[in-house]
């Protein structure tokens, strides 16, 4: 992976336990931008068929390639306590399964939060509309 500003998004905002959908987000906005977006949740291919083409050779190693490079980026944009937990796990779709059975906050809750904030507000007496 190339140094960017980017890549600097994963360095600043390293998943804390609290952060997960924030760090999701700008995880998936740097592996986008590197193109391996798509390790995050196709499973990895274990084992290349017999008689496969060049081309599919190519497309199996750039595959587990591109896992080893964003298992690395994921590890390295958490916190140390948290890596302990995910060090063993060797393709990343099984760590994203994992961390989000424990972390991801439903959507519906975050709406459900946001719209009791909102709605529980009131305008001050006497001021305009």
């Known amino acids: 992976m190339s140094k960017n500003s980017l890549t600097l998004i994963t360095e600043t905002n390293k998943f804390n336990d609290t952060n997960y959908n924030d760090w999701l987000r700008n995880l998936k906005i740097v592996l986008n931008f590197e193109n391996q977006g798509y ?3 196709k499973p990895l291919p274990e ?3 017999e008689g496969s083409s060049p081309e599919e050779y190519l497309t199996f190693e750039k595959w587990h390639e591109d896992n080893r490079k964003v298992r690395s980026i994921i590890l390295a944009s958490m916190t140390n306590e948290i890596q302990k937990q995910y060090d063993r796990l060797e393709d990343v779709p099984s760590i994203m399964l ?3 059975d424990v972390y991801a906050v439903p959507d519906r809750h975050i709406r459900y ?12 007496e006497g001021s305009s509309v």
């Open 39 to 41: 390790v995050l949740d």
């Open 47 to 49: 084992t290349l068929p």
């Open 98 to 100: 994992r961390m989000k």
């Open 113 to 124: 939060v946001t719209s009791k904030a909102f709605f529980g507000t009131k305008m001050a």
